[in-house]
């Protein structure tokens, strides 16, 4: 098992310098001169009113120095990581907020044994002192059926705890009404902790090790042993595991949820899980909360008590009451407590009503455009071009990009050939041109999907009302403009656009009186092969390309050979007489 890579290599000073960071961005908080404590910068403001103060080891940032702050915390005191914070700074925070003209602190403190021993030595030497400080030990987790002589281990639960209490505080309640009222909090709270990784102190290997296959429910914040390791389960089932457990009433410490309670959520991140299946745990939690009639009054996404870089998440459930939810919602400047709209969570918000398109206008175009049946002819003709290509144009991508330029094009070609069984397609151009796009734009996919529907739309605009070979020279005019605009690619970029703009260029040939389209044709598709071929030699300049050194980029652009393909795909197809 080998150290894991970090940006922080050594656990000393570690714990020092995460607080330095986080003081030195955010004005309202204030470093305690020799201790690795954390203030309000207005403790002036707390005058005549109690302070709280909390802590404990560091690495479960944003706990517990993100939480000081009006309407949260007075201050915290932090350890090393994952070490219990020393006596002797737990005491001169209690005398900077006692010296501040506190009337009262209250202590507030994870279920650990050493967070319990300092914190607890120091309230006996501030006590000898003359302040009247105050402890209140939080224990949420519900992992096992049968907690030991230590009791429920303080987790995530504790923030809602800080909050509570510091609302209270900052409507000037009195030590004993915030003590009382925390107490009743802290009984009606459960947290539940999921892991699919373990963490590591900087420096060193991991605390425990998991099979790629597994998961372990129950563990704690520091990589404690959880109660059960089982095999990985999707999201959903994740979460329904987790709520049996938590509120099993088999088990001594879980918590009782019956229809028609009330509750505030915290999805909580222990470091290492991505936001996307955060949010996809998050509507898991509230799905199996509103299947058993339970009504989320509250939710809270995020990382609120990490461990280090675990990968994994815990849920936090308080039973709440009106007052506790205008707590909860309470003000508050600390910079880790979320922002949000206040309001319950539920799967069941209704929609915002699709916007209607608006109704196309008619065309009534009278030039002379291609029949229906020679459309549909050269567009099965490039359906097929396409479709046969797919494994060619997947093995050129796989050197610049991810493999799939063959199966988003076979994509566009399918979905061509339904719409055409669908409907006849339309003969005028531009009609032609701005159907193609909505069906490209709707299911090729990728970038080249929007590429080739901004093309396709930006030429249809310049089709309207015109006829004959000049407007088509213009419109692939149009349709290159329209996608260096909004691509951002050039002429020798190596893209699908080296091969557009050499036909396009050859097109402009159109323009001349008398000039054979399918001779002007047959050169513009002579010249997009060519330009297509030269994208072997070229740096890369725009498109996923252009983050691989070119000396790896030994085949043509993918997007520059479908291209050629494509408009000689369109040449056979006029060339076939109608009937075969």
Known sequence: MEVPKKLVTTVSGCADDALAGLVACNPGLRLLQGHRVVLRDDLPAIRGRVALLSGGGSGHEPAHAGYVGKGMLTGVVAGAVFASPSVGSVLAAIRAVAQAGAAGILLIVKNYTGDRLNFGMALERARAEGADVRMVVVGDDCAFATPGKAGRRGICGTVLIHKVAGALAEAGASLDEIEKKVIAAAKVMGTLGLSLSPCSIPGSKPSFQLAEDEMELGLGIHGEAGVRRMKVLPAD????????????????????????????????????????????????????????????????????????????????????????????????????????????????????????????????????????????????????????????????????????????????????????????????????????????????????????????????????????????????????????RYGGAAPGDRTMLDSLFAATQALHALRSPGADPLQVLAAAVQSAEVAAESTRHMEAGAGRASYIRSSRLEQPDPGAVAVAAVLGAVLQGLRDPLGQ
């Open 237 to 484: 089932k994740a979460v329904e595991t987790m709520l049996k457990h938590m509120t099993d009433p088999s088990n001594a410490s879980h918590l009782s949820l019956t229809p028609g309670s009330s509750v505030v959520l915290v999805v909580n991140n222990l470091g290492g899980l991505s936001c996307l299946e955060l949010g996809i745990v998050a509507g898991a939690a509230v799905r199996c909360l509103e299947n058993r009639g339970i009504r989320i009054a509250r939710a809270l996404v995020g990382s609120f008590m990490t461990a280090l870089e675990m990968a994994g998440v815990s849920l936090t459930l308080m039973l709440v009451d009106e007052e506790l939810v205008r707590l909860i919602d309470a003000k508050t400047t600390a910079m880790a407590w979320p922002n949000i709209v206040t309001g319950p969570a539920t799967t069941r918000r209704e929609e915002v009503p699709a916007p209607t398109e608006a109704p196309r206008k008619l065309q009534d175009e009278t030039g002379i455009g291609p029949g229906t049946a020679r459309v549909q002819r050269v567009l099965q003709r490039v359906c097929s071009t396409l479709l046969d290509m797919q494994d060619k144009l997947n093995e050129l991508d796989r050197g610049a990009g991810d493999g799939d330029c063959g199966h988003t094009h076979a994509r566009a070609a399918q979905a061509i050939q339904a719409w055409m069984r669908s409907r006849p397609p339309p003969a005028a151009p531009a009609q032609l041109l701005s159907a193609l796009a909505d069906v490209l734009l709707e299911q090729m996919g990728g970038s080249s999907g929007v590429l080739y529907g901004l093309f396709l739309t930006a030429a249809a605009q310049s089709l309207r009302g015109r006829s004959g070979s000049p407007a088509w020279a213009d419109a692939m005019d149009a349709g290159i403009e329209a996608m260096q």
